[in-house]
């Protein structure tokens, strides 16, 4: 019984690894992602275009990249503990 316990916890927290590390990909893709923009200025009564590289993504993308970390770092503990808890105790020898 402890055996598929193990399985489905391993599983869990593998498929939060990947999670994490396709939303720290995702992010880092977003926030990299530039945009050519026209605006106008007015000097002295003319409209004279001028190019701006605006990021439109970066907001989504940080956050993104925050969130994986944080999922990665669940995963982590979660693997460790499971480790711990998963060890057989040591038995005694009697003299």
Not at 20 to 31: K, R
Not at 32 to 52: C, D, H, L, M, S
Not at 54 to 59: D, S
Not at 84 to 91: C, L, N, Y
Request: charged share 15%.
């Amino acid at each position: 019984m402890w055996c598929v316990k193990m399985s489905e916890t391993r599983t869990l927290s593998i498929m939060l690894f990947v999670l994490g590390l396709f939303l720290i990909a995702v992010g880092i893709g977003l926030s990299t992602v530039t945009q050519t923009v026209t605006r106008y200025r007015y000097y002295y009564g003319f409209q004279i275009p001028y190019q701006e590289t605006i990021q439109p993504y970066i907001g989504v993308g940080i956050l993104m990249v925050i969130i994986g970390l944080i999922v990665l770092v669940v995963a982590f503990v979660k693997t460790q503990t499971k480790k711990k808890t998963m060890e057989m105790p040591k038995t005694e020898q009697v003299n």
